[in-house]
């Protein structure tokens, strides 16, 4: 495992809603001694409270039943894409039906358990949500270190950074903007520099914008 994933994984927590206190205290035990952390919450609601305010530090997965009191489960997916809470989302059910399973994939569920369900069947879709976080964090933190890269620019090297993507020669951007040849040469050297590139294919890569960043 890579210092990276390491890292990654210690930020990975599976929450747990679920009203029924027997079922929360036991997939907290199994998945702890599975080396798993966890938080519990015995309804939708208490869930929504927290993650309101704490949601943007949250990394994981949710683990929820369908049939509670209050909020339901399927409505909970629904204000999660409200709030944006981006949250990989496993949803169990004793009471499962078809309709059911029909709209908590449309509504982006990762996996639908039925209870009783085997344990390597947890596992396994707890599993992948975890490497579909994996990648957004990832994602996350190649899209902050670009910003850095690109802040670190100052208001000039940002212009002469724009200029040589469009493929201009150090003679052409010094003619562009009235400099020296000299001045466009170290300009060039400080941008490639601070962005950590030695290419123009680096360069672009190294420039692209959050938006443009696959996950």
């Not at 919450?41 to 409270?49: E, I, R, T, Y």
């Not at 994996?134 to 190649?142: E, H, N, P, S, V």
């Not at 200029?163 to 040849?181: K, M, V």
Request: glycine letters at 8%; charged letters at 25%; aromatic letters at 4%.
């Amino acid at each position: 495992m890579s210092e990276l994933t390491e890292r990654l994984d210690d930020l990975l927590t599976v929450f747990i809603v679920d009203d029924d206190a027997s079922v929360r205290d036991s997939l907290a035990l199994l998945l702890g001694l599975r080396g798993y952390r966890t938080r519990v919450f015995a309804s939708a609601d208490s869930f929504l409270a927290v993650a309101a305010g704490e949601s943007g530090r949250w990394a994981g997965c949710l683990l929820t039943d369908i049939r509670m009191p209050g909020m339901s489960g399927l409505e909970l997916l629904e204000r999660l894409a409200e709030l944006e809470i981006a949250l990989p989302v496993i949803v169990m059910s004793a009471h499962g039906d078809v309709a059911s399973v029909r709209q908590a994939f449309r509504q982006a569920a990762v996996d639908f358990l039925a209870k009783p369900f085997a344990e390597a069947d947890l596992i396994a879709a707890i599993g992948q949500s975890f490497d579909a976080e994996r990648r957004r964090l990832r994602a996350a933190m190649l899209r902050r270190q670009q910003h850095g890269l690109i802040d670190s620019l100052t208001g000039r090297e940002r212009e002469i950074c724009g200029l040589i993507i469009d493929g201009l020669s150090n003679h052409e951007i010094a003619a562009r903007l009235g400099i020296s040849h000299r001045t466009a040469q170290v300009h060039r050297g400080h941008v490639m520099r601070k962005m950590g590139a030695t290419t123009l294919a680096e360069l672009i890569a190294a420039c692209r914008r959050p938006a443009d960043t696959q996950t």
